[in-house]
């Protein structure tokens, strides 16, 4: 489908569009302002934004980390560098329940969408059901949930959907990237896992999908869902610790099934990292091990989960990353021009989270260096004053923090690591795929009536994945 086709999936606008539910918007002054130096678009590839402004409505509450209006000032830094003008830029849909079952259970579905603060106190056993679903402090109750939950979900679908149709070739969508959140339950600020989601729209089409983690925390939602399959790789970089850092998953020799029978064996990379890594160090790190797993996987799809939680005076981070570092290892991702899913995550000091995201937005239409370190004046006074704590700059220094406790030695032992488990990779899928013309209206009938037909199939298979036996070509593992 060429880029003059549109899919009903979203709502296609011009520049700007009046209305609460705009993805962007500017004033006069801000067009004059941006006319005079306008970005171009990408040359040879197309770079689309997917958004709807409805998710920076919500809040998880007045002290909880997690703040939706991060993507607010994200959105306002795009919109003051005129960056809008180089992508195409999409309203998107919130996801529908079936989409969303094709990886969450059924009955966990039904709590997001039935549970709100007026009627949870009404529930027969609350602590139970909180208990089972793993809500609390961390994955609240709040007002719009199902909403939050399955508008980001939409638009990270949309995007890789735009990938598939060879719309985009990278898809962006800030509000994305929610790694943890498991198949019947939530965990770390994370409801619905739309990277997974994502993924299993690229692999209708892709044989292999490498995922990406640069998030201070370990994607173990990621990783879980595609234990036992050869078709994803998944390689995070993380802080590790086994007892006293979220999520306490992701040692280096966590590679995948034990059974080398199952076909998810080794495709799990795990990169634990200490207190304290800078800039240098964890770029010299990123190259040397994503270069070498590209080479190897051969991966016709890359999803970068760019958590901002990595860079250096984070509230929940222990890194000491400026933004450039992280962008950095945004830059050489793309380098490989491969179709690429660039997603959001983590992130707790909003001013930075927009700065590191607006930074990486400029990589990805190739105008890093178009774009002035000083944030724009006609940047609106709200979201201006918002940076004032370091001054209006897209840089400021975020180092010295935490302690260094990396050693060079450390990191060239986990490089030897991985480069050792390289060593098992096939390099090609287990299964030969059949190309699926992209289900631009999101309706999976002919899918749900085989899940339907194949529901005993489907509880043999699981037994069978409890005794550590995958099956070829399986692509969703047990949560």
Not at 412 to 418: G, N, Q, R, T, Y
Request: proline share 6%; hydrophobic share 35%.
């Amino acid at each position: 489908m060429g880029r003059s086709s549109r899919s009903s999936v979203v709502q296609d606008y011009n520049f700007p569009q009046p209305g609460s539910t705009s993805t962007l918007t500017l004033d006069q002054k801000t067009q004059n302002e941006i006319a005079q130096s306008p970005i171009p678009r990408p040359s040879g590839y197309d770079v689309s934004w997917h958004f709807n402004p409805e998710v920076e409505r919500h809040h998880f509450g007045q002290t909880h980390p997690m703040k939706p209006w991060r993507l607010t000032l994200t959105k306002q830094l795009v919109i003051a560098y005129g960056m809008y003008e180089a992508m195409d830029l999409y309203l998107t849909r919130a996801a529908t329940r079936q989409e969303v079952a094709e990886f969450h259970r059924d009955d966990y579905i039904d709590f997001l969408q039935t549970i709100t603060p007026a009627n949870m106190d009404s529930l027969p056993d609350l602590e139970g059901t909180f208990r089972t679903y793993n809500f609390g402090d961390d994955c609240p109750v709040f007002d719009g949930l199902w909403n939050y939950c399955t508008l980001y979900a939409g638009a990270s679908v949309d995007a890789a959907r735009k990938l598939c149709n060879d719309q985009s070739q990278i898809a962006i969508n800030w509000s994305g990237g929610l790694h943890h959140a498991k198949k019947g339950e939530a965990s770390g600020f994370c409801y619905i896992n739309d990277i997974v989601l994502s993924i299993l729209q690229l692999l209708r089409i892709h044989p292999r999908v490498l995922y990406i983690d640069i998030d201070v925390h370990h994607g173990d939602g990621v990783e879980q869902a595609f234990w036992s399959t050869d078709r994803v790789l998944t390689l995070s970089f993380h802080k590790y610790d086994g007892e006293n850092f979220f999520p306490a998953t992701g040692p280096l020799d966590s590679t995948g099934p034990t059974n080398p029978l199952n076909p998810g064996a080794h495709h799990a990379l795990n990169v634990p990292l200490n207190d304290g890594i800078e800039d240098d160090s964890y770029i010299e790190l990123f190259k040397a091990i994503v270069g070498p797993v590209i080479g190897t996987y051969h991966p016709s799809a890359i999803v970068l989960q760019c958590g901002a939680d990595s860079l250096g005076c984070d509230r929940l981070g222990c890194f000491n990353l400026n933004i450039r570092a992280h962008g950095a290892c945004a830059a050489f991702v793309k380098s490989f021009k491969l179709p690429m899913l660039v997603l959001g995550g983590g992130g707790y000091t909003p001013r930075n989270v927009a700065r590191l995201w607006a930074h990486e937005t400029s990589i990805m239409i190739e105008a890093s260096d178009r774009i002035s370190e000083q944030i724009p004046t006609h940047t609106p006074a709200l979201a201006l004053n918002a940076f004032q704590p370091e001054g209006p700059t897209l840089f400021p220094k975020l180092t010295g923090r935490h302690a260094n406790h990396n050693t060079r030695e450390y990191l060239h032992s986990l490089v030897e690591a991985i480069h050792e488990q390289l060593r098992y990779l096939k390099g090609a899928p287990s299964t030969q795929l059949q190309v699926i013309p992209p289900d631009l209206m999101g309706l999976r009938e002919e899918v749900e009536d085989e899940l339907a037909e194949g529901k005993e199939d489907r509880e043999e298979e699981r037994k069978r994945r409890e005794r550590g036996v995958g099956t070829k070509g399986c692509v969703i593992g047990l949560a």
